[in-house]
Structure formats: structure tokens, C-alpha cells
């Protein structure tokens, strides 16, 4: 079993920067694929970025037109906290994120994909 909590979510101005982190709890997390998702009110949950287990792979949700750099994820040097980067925020980013995390190295953009989910942080962009 794995427990992932996420944190470092908040209300932050439009252009601001926040790190999201998502901590683990059990056994060989360091071989497990993580990705977060967000859903923002009245808006189906959706993909936002992926790593492997190793951290040398990501994948983005429509790199050039949605994140253009402005988010990174990243594996800890302790492989048991993987983190969001999320620079020059807009209030579309407004959500609630969740990370996620699937027993199979690998980069994983869809829900079903993974078997443990955190319990969300409130990130909240004000213009």
C-alpha cells in the first residue's frame, strides 16, 4: 500500500509561483510512476504532468499550448516526494491537485492508470 498527501497548495496572485509536493508512505515508491491531475468547479479532473520512476521521464499535458514551461515536475533525492513547479500561475489554474501513483514505471496521462490517490491541495489564483 501506498499513502500519498499532498501539500504546499494556497492562495497566490496571478503571476506568482507555488511548489506542490506529494509524500509517500510505503514500500518501493521510488519505482513508481507519479502524476498529478487537477480539477477545477464544475470541470472534469484532468492530467497535468507525469514522471517515471527512475525521475528521468516526464510528460506534460499539451506541452506547448498548456504548460510552456511554466510547470515542472520533479522526483525528491529521497524518490519518496515528487513536486510541482508552478511559475507565473493564471486563475484558470485555479483547481484542486491531486497526485497519483501506479506500481508500473512509466509515464501514465490517463486516471486509470494509477491506484493511489492523495486527497487533493486547493491551489486558488486571484487576478
Known amino acids: 500500500q501506498v499513502q500519498l498527501v499532498e501539500s504546499g497548495g494556497g492562495l497566490v496572485q496571478a503571476g506568482g509561483s507555488l511548489r506542490l509536493s506529494c509524500a509517500a508512505s510505503g514500500r518501493t515508491f521510488s519505482e513508481y510512476g507519479v502524476g498529478w491531475f487537477r480539477q477545477a468547479p464544475g470541470k472534469e479532473r484532468e492530467f497535468v504532468a507525469a514522471?517515471?520512476?527512475?525521475?528521468?521521464?516526464?510528460?506534460?499535458?499539451d506541452y506547448a499550448n498548456f504548460v510552456k514551461g511554466r510547470f515542472t515536475i520533479s522526483r525528491g533525492n529521497a524518490k519518496n516526494t515528487v513536486y510541482l513547479q508552478m511559475n507565473s500561475l493564471k486563475p484558470e489554474d485555479t483547481a484542486v491537485y491531486y497526485c497519483?501513483?501506479?506500481?508500473?514505471?512509466?509515464?501514465?496521462?490517463?486516471?486509470?492508470?494509477?491506484?493511489?490517490w492523495g486527497q487533493g491541495t486547493q491551489v486558488t489564483v486571484s487576478s
Open positions: 514522471v517515471s520512476g527512475s525521475g528521468s521521464g516526464t510528460y506534460y499535458h
Open positions: 497519483a501513483a501506479t506500481s508500473s514505471d512509466g509515464l501514465y496521462y490517463t486516471e486509470a492508470s494509477y491506484d493511489y
